[in-house]
């Protein structure tokens, strides 16, 4: 049998062009996008719109196949569920996070198979980079949190952030690819401002995002107030020191009118003290952004979480300079964190 092509890896476009080549004609790519991301059918069978003769030919060549979950854990307070994908290739899940919060359903995605980027306070770096997400891998979280929202009779995802395993941008191609169907209309018509990707702070990735003429926000991943503690945490800033990236996260204010969060992990005793938020205070000061305060989720012995109450000291602190800064809420605390701190636990898929 011949290799079914993923017609989740296309994008609208992509997919115009696979119909034509079959001597259809191009408004079947509409119906099959709204097919596979609205209604998410799991093959062809069942799209009555479109000729049996078109759907044979189809499942002969394509696929649209679901990931397939292997986990699906509820936070203890219901605010939040994580789960676990199993893929062909590998042993490892892939992992994302809905949270819900009012009206809101926001996905956290992951964009690669482990990481190659080596943040301190990180499980997915004990990983190192295992390869790329294919668009398909990115979408199927999707289409499988909607399922399980559908399921529960809930609304499906409304929001997006790219902040689970993998740097995003660091898979430019496939990130773009997935980015187009989510924002696409007949697909999860998700809008750019209800999107955000965060970076561990990759100044050229930033500067080609903008150049794309988007206005989705920006969160770098910034975790310390001066270059020897984020090198310490986050090997990147060697490559590309805290300056620069303020400079990129003004650039791209500038750019898209959006302001850049800052996603700031407090470890107790590195990066909580008053003179980080000082610190933290004359670097940012000034410059419309916003602070996101997330006390670590230790994975490491040798890193721990300040108290609440150290938490919000140092949120006050940088307040009352007229910084904005907010405290991750602990929802989903048990199942979440940020880019780096998804992950309490690595789930093998192959234990399943
Ligand atoms: S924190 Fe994010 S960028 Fe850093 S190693 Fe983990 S997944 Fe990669």
Known sequence: MQNLKNLKNLTLLQLEDFVLSLGEQRFRAKQIFKWMYQKRLPDFSEMTNMP??????????ASIAKLRPVRVLESSVGDAVKFAFALEDSDYAVESVLLTDGDRRTAC??????CGLGCAFCETAKLGFIRNLTPSEILGQLVGMNDYQAARGDRVVTNIVFMGMGEALGNYENFMTALSVIMHEDAFNV?????TVSTAGVVPHIDRLMGEGLTIGLAISLNAWNDGMRGELMPINRKYPIA??????????????????????????????????????????????????????????????????????????LYER???????????????GACGQLTAELVKSKSF
């Open 52 to 61: 049996k003769a078109l759907r044979a030919s189809l499942s002969e060549r």
């Open 109 to 114: 995605l992951s964009s690669q198979l482990g």
């Open 191 to 195: 809008g750019a401002r209800r999107i």
């Open 244 to 317: 620069s990236l303020v400079e990129a996260a003004k650039r791209y204010y500038g750019r898209t009118g959006r302001r850049v969060t800052f996603e700031y992990v407090l470890i107790e005793g590195k990066t909580d003290t008053a003179e980080a938020a000082e610190a933290l205070f004359k670097l940012l000061g000034g410059f419309p952004c916003k602070v996101n305060l997330i006390p670590v989720n230790p994975v490491d012995p040798g890193l721990s979480a300040p108290g609440d109450g150290a938490v919000q000291r140092f949120a006050d602190a």
């Open 322 to 336: 007229g910084v904005a800064a907010t405290i991750r809420k602990s929802r989903g605390r048990d199942v979440f």
